[in-house]
C-alpha cells in the first residue's frame, strides 16, 4: 500500500466544489512540502499544485490545496468535465524515499 | 521546448535486463535532479529513484534497490535507467521528469511521455 492515503474515488456534478484528501506522517507530509499531479486518461502526470498550495503558470485557480500538520487536502471548484482525471499527492519522505498516494479517480457525474 | 523524452523500452524475459535512457532538451541539464516513476497497467504512480544535479546522490524505492541503477551525463544531457535481473512486477511504463527546487521538494515540473516495460516469458 501507499505511503501517503486517498481515497480511491471521488466524483460531483458539474460546478460542484470537489475535495480530495490526502492523509501521511510527521515523516513525510509534516517535514515536507506537497505536491498534487493530475493524470488525464491516456496522458503522462502534470503538476497540478506545488510547495503545498502554488499553481503552475496555466493551472486554473478553480484548483486550490493546503495542509495541515501531517494530512492535505486538494479541493476543485466550478467542476467541469475536462477535469475527470487521476489526482496523486506526493511527497518526500525522511526515509529518503519519494511517496505518492494511491491515486484518486475523479468522475465527474 | 523544454522536453524529456524516454526510449530502451520493450518486452524483455523475466531475469533480463534493460537500459532506459531519458534525453533531455531546452535547459540546463546539469541544474536539475532527476526522477523515475513508472506506472503498472492499471495501477497508480510509483516512485522508482532520485538522482541530484551532479550525481552525487542516488535514492531509489525499496521496490528496485539492488535492481534498477540511475545514472546520467550532464554532457550528453541524459539520465538512465539500468534495469537488472527483472521480475513480472516490473512491467510498467516508466516516466522520467525534472525536479524543480530544493532536492527534496518531489516537484516534478516536467515529464516525458513515458516508454513500456513488459516483463514476460
Known amino acids: 500500500q501507499s505511503v501517503l492515503t486517498q481515497p480511491p474515488s471521488a466524483s460531483g456534478t458539474p460546478g460542484q466544489r470537489v475535495t480530495i484528501s490526502c492523509f501521511g506522517s510527521?515523516?513525510?507530509?509534516?517535514?515536507?512540502?506537497v505536491n498534487w499531479y493530475q493524470q488525464l486518461p491516456g496522458t503522462a502526470p502534470k503538476v497540478l499544485i506545488y510547495?503545498?498550495?502554488q499553481r503552475p503558470s496555466g493551472v486554473p485557480d478553480r484548483f486550490s490545496a493546503s495542509k495541515s500538520r501531517t494530512s492535505a487536502s486538494l479541493a476543485i471548484s466550478g467542476l467541469q468535465s475536462e477535469d475527470e482525471a487521476d489526482y496523486y499527492c506526493?511527497?518526500?519522505?525522511?526515509?529518503?524515499?519519494?511517496?505518492f498516494g494511491g491515486g484518486t479517480k475523479l468522475t465527474v457525474l | 521546448q523544454v522536453q524529456l523524452v524516454e526510449s530502451g523500452g520493450g518486452v524483455v524475459q523475466p531475469g533480463r535486463s534493460l537500459r532506459l535512457s531519458c534525453a533531455a532538451s531546452?535547459?540546463?541539464?546539469?541544474?536539475?535532479?532527476m526522477h523515475w516513476v513508472r506506472q503498472a497497467p492499471g495501477k497508480g504512480l510509483e516512485w522508482v529513484g532520485v538522482?541530484?544535479?551532479?550525481?552525487?546522490?542516488?535514492y531509489y524505492a525499496d521496490s528496485v534497490k539492488g535492481r534498477l541503477t540511475i545514472s546520467r551525463d550532464n554532457s550528453e544531457n541524459t539520465v538512465s535507467l539500468q534495469m537488472n535481473s527483472l521480475r513480472a512486477e516490473d512491467t510498467a511504463v516508466y516516466y522520467c521528469?525534472?525536479?524543480?527546487?530544493?532536492?527534496?521538494?518531489?516537484?516534478?515540473?516536467?515529464w516525458g511521455r513515458g516508454t513500456t516495460v513488459t516483463v514476460s516469458s
Open positions: 521528469a525534472r525536479n524543480l527546487g530544493v532536492s527534496n521538494s518531489f516537484h516534478m515540473d516536467v
Open positions: 531546452g535547459f540546463t541539464f546539469r541544474n536539475y535532479g
Open positions: 538522482i541530484w544535479y551532479d550525481g552525487s546522490n542516488k
Open positions: 510527521s515523516s513525510n507530509i509534516g517535514s515536507y512540502t
Open positions: 510547495n503545498n498550495d
Open positions: 506526493a511527497a518526500w519522505d525522511d526515509s529518503l524515499k519519494g511517496a
